[in-house]
């Protein structure tokens, strides 16, 4: 750093200190709190300022048990579950609770990094995330886990982390039986289970089962042109030549597996495939030894050995271990097929009786 550098740091650091002091009026009383000094101009910011240092949190959510040191605080975290954030970006419509979080989210987009840490150049567009950084460079982990003796550089870190050993810090998805550390991460986590798509675009067809997903998609029509394949006729930013093949079908181009014969449209699904085959990378259960090529098959697997069927058809009454296995189920009472076979007009409820059906047409060509 330079010392004209230094000096404007220098200036700025002085400016912040003096515009963190209390504003008070000539003559105006002011309380001093014993363990760090600071001054204030009314006795219950004085009582506020050392319930911090005492580490008591008298302010509970009713709704998660989360605790704070001031009510402002509680108020603007209760935010998160009202689902209310009236703070909205003009440029691609994701919302926040508070407006200092909507300025911080609007720098993104302008590209600037005013913070810049001293020890590796790296850039910031926040003050809090510069000093959170700086604290990696240091070393130090002074925040340890109670229960495992685990440390963090970080408070926050440590808190999230000790919510895993604790029930009550533990959000648990009653549809997949999967975990979370904390409860927007699990109310995300559950649109992912809707039957519905609620959240269409205006700009097209396509609908979403979340909010947040719509953005994304929102963002695609603002940046790229869409194109429609030819193949699947669905639409996506590829526009279906061969240097950029449609991203859903591969362009019609199937990536066969050279053990078995069995054909695919996209390589990733053709590289899970062929895990089956040669064992590589392979999940496995600890109850029966049973191996999956997925981590999400497995844990789909493990619902059969708790014996615990929660997905209840509200037709029929039959049960179900996972919330995939009912929704496939109920095509039964819909009558909805929605695989057709590539070769004739034959539609399948399920994938695998299609792919199943279309080794058929295989056969007949042979013949």
């Known amino acids: 750093m330079t010392s004209t550098q230094e000096d404007q740091h220098g200036a700025r650091s002085q400016r912040s200190q003096e515009a963190d002091k209390p504003h008070r009026r000539k003559g105006e009383k002011t309380y001093s709190c014993d363990d760090c000094g600071e001054d204030f101009t009314g006795k219950f910011n004085l009582k506020i300022q050392q319930l911090i240092h005492t580490g008591m949190r008298p ?12 009510t402002v605080n509680l108020k603007r975290h209760q935010l998160i579950h009202s689902g209310d954030k009236p703070h909205s970006c003009d440029l ?13 989210h609007q720098l993104v987009h302008s590209g600037v990094k005013p913070y810049t840490c001293d020890q590796c150049g790296k850039t910031f567009n926040c003050s809090g995330n510069l000093l959170k950084h700086e604290v990696t460079h240091s070393g130090i982990k002074a925040y340890s886990c109670d229960i495992c003796g685990k440390t963090f550089s970080l408070l926050g870190n ?14 648990f998805c009653d549809q997949c039986g999967k975990l979370f550390t904390t409860d927007a991460h699990l109310q995300f986590h559950m649109f992912t289970h809707a039957d519905e798509r609620l959240y269409k675009c205006d700009l097209c067809d396509k609908a979403f089962k979340s909010p947040r997903y719509l953005r994304k998609h929102h963002q695609m029509h603002s940046r790229k042109k869409l194109y429609k394949c030819s193949n699947c006729e669905k639409q996506s930013n590829t526009d279906g030549s061969s240097s950029q093949p449609c991203r859903h079908c591969g362009g019609g181009k199937d990536f066969c597996c050279d053990l078995c014969g069995k054909t695919f449209s996209h390589q990733w699904n053709l590289t899970i495939h062929q895990r ?18 997925t981590p999400s098959e497995l844990k789909r697997h493990e619902f059969i050995h708790s014996g615990v069927k929660k997905n209840v058809c509200d037709q029929c009454g039959s049960s179900f271990f996972t919330a995939d296995d009912l929704k496939r189920h109920k095509r039964v009472h819909t009558g909805e097929k929605p695989y057709k076979c590539r070769h004739c007009e034959k539609c399948f409820t399920q994938s695998s009786s299609r792919n199943l059906h279309e080794g058929t ?5 042979q013949l």
């Open 361 to 365: 047409h295989g056969r007949e060509l």
């Open 59 to 70: 302010f509970r959510c009713d709704l998660c048990g989360t605790s704070f040191t001031k």
């Open 158 to 171: 440590r808190n999230r982390h000790q919510r895993i050993h604790t029930a009550n810090g533990v959000y």
């Open 92 to 104: 691609c419509g994701k919302s926040f609770t508070q407006p200092g979080n909507l300025k911080r």
């Open 276 to 293: 089956r085959h040669t064992g590589d990378k392979m999940s496995f259960c600890k109850e029966c030894g049973r191996g999956f090529p």
